[in-house]
């Protein structure tokens, strides 16, 4: 594989894209550091396909980005292989309003052939290729320049492995038949809507006791103006006011500014400064939220009760058993509320329901709630066993 030296300028990045648009895919990843800012600052970007890998820096001076931005978000021939790639997906979503499509993410693949619900990238590079990752230039300050050869062969041997891993993997998901288990989950993580940050959204993220409509109103208006003034300023959001002063104020709102130098969590400058004032203006503008936007009652979902919780619990047994026999990672099967939620008597709305998760796992979670299926120990393993194989066992005893 040809590794190309860090790409700075434009002309160089554009034909790196135009030879990788006819790949059938490549593999692609991102430093970048948050830290301090509201916005992930890109730093860095990998990309490989089988013949050849760069490392791009987005900082240098003039760069031009579109021909790649346009290669993993417009270029549908080309798939786009990630590892543990929800970071990288929100930096291209906040770039360009898309995300990469199509999408394979092979964290989430791993799960498909049994090595975990969240393989880390070095243990994937181990397990598929025998390699020790070098793991020294992990805490790297990427926004520092000028980047040593190191660190940017540590950052390209991100790509290089992936490139070598997706065909071994691609090809043992098609042995087993599970490739097509994959197409929601990827479809799921490449959804925009993930990345989507809206403002009035934001109070959705803070917890708070109760649910007044008047405490609410002012817990989304509060929410709504942090999230503003956090991006106004590129700052975490946390360096404007952290999440439980927000719920503070909003469920003990100071009457006049000079009271805010008595709230918890801020700085008493803020009783006579110009955003204590705003905060003030937006306590005092704020409303009661709409009855249509109130969150759903805790006692509107199914209760489980103390033999509901039973029955979950046996879900949960026989999910371990299952993801065993089968061997994948029980979250990729099932999720704990939705164990819960079947054991509770719903059954609408479950992707245990429905498709290859039914065949593979729900039909037998239905039958065990509904008394068709038990647990028997064979031979000192722990095995499902059919009602009425059951019975015809006990018989023949």
Not at 23 to 41: G, I, K, L, N
Not at 112 to 119: M, N, R, T, Y
Not at 334 to 344: K, P, S, V
Request: a negative charge; one cysteine or more; proline letters at 5%.
């Amino acid at each position: 594989m040809h590794v190309h030296p860090l790409i700075t300028d434009s002309a160089t990045l554009a034909n790196l894209c135009a030879r990788l648009s006819d790949a059938p895919f490549v593999c692609v990843d991102t430093e970048f550091m948050r830290e301090s800012t509201y916005w992930p600052q890109l730093c860095l970007v990998q990309i490989a396909d089988t013949e050849e890998a760069a490392a791009i820096d987005p900082m240098a001076p003039g760069l031009d980005l579109q021909p790649l931005l346009d290669l993993l978000v417009d270029n549908g021939d080309v798939l786009k292989v990630f590892h543990a790639g929800g970071q990288d997906l929100e930096i291209i979503y906040n770039l360009t309003g898309k995300t990469p499509h199509p999408l394979f993410d092979t964290q989430v693949a791993a799960m498909a052939l049994g090595q975990g619900e969240q393989i880390g990238y070095s243990n994937l590079v181990d397990s598929w290729l025998g390699i020790q990752v070098d793991k020294g230039a992990r805490f790297t300050d990427w926004s520092r320049r000028p980047l040593d050869q190191r660190q940017v062969d540590y950052a390209i041997g991100d790509v290089t492995h992936l490139s070598k891993i997706f065909p071994k993997m691609l090809e043992r998901l098609r042995k087993t038949g599970r490739g097509a288990w994959l197409d929601i989950e990827m479809e799921r993580l490449g959804d925009p809507a993930n990345y989507a940050n809206d403002p009035d959204l934001a109070w959705k993220r803070v917890r708070i006791a109760g649910r007044k409509a008047d405490v609410l109103g002012r817990l989304k208006a509060l929410a709504r103006w942090r999230e503003l003034e956090a991006r106004s300023k590129d700052l975490p959001r946390g360096r404007i006011v952290k999440d439980e002063t927000i719920a503070d104020l909003a469920g003990h709102p100071p009457r006049r500014q000079a009271d805010l130098a008595k709230v918890r969590g801020l700085s008493a400058t803020w009783a006579s400064n110009d955003i204590g004032k705003r905060l003030m203006g937006v306590i005092e503008a704020a409303e009661p939220m709409p009855a249509d936007e109130m969150p759903p009652r805790e006692d509107r979902k199914p209760g489980l009760g103390r033999e509901g919780a039973l029955v979950a619990d046996l879900l949960k047994l026989l999910l371990k058993i299952r993801a065993r026999d089968i061997d994948v990672a029980p979250r990729l099967l099932a999720r704990g509320e939705e164990l819960e939620l079947l054991a509770a008597g719903q059954r609408a709305g479950l992707a245990i329901l429905e498709g290859w998760r039914f065949d593979q796992f729900g039909r037998d979670a239905l039958d065990l709630v509904e008394g068709r299926l038990g647990f028997a120990v064979q031979e000192g393993r722990l095995k499902m066993t059919r009602a009425g194989d059951l019975a015809g066992a006990e018989a023949a005893e």
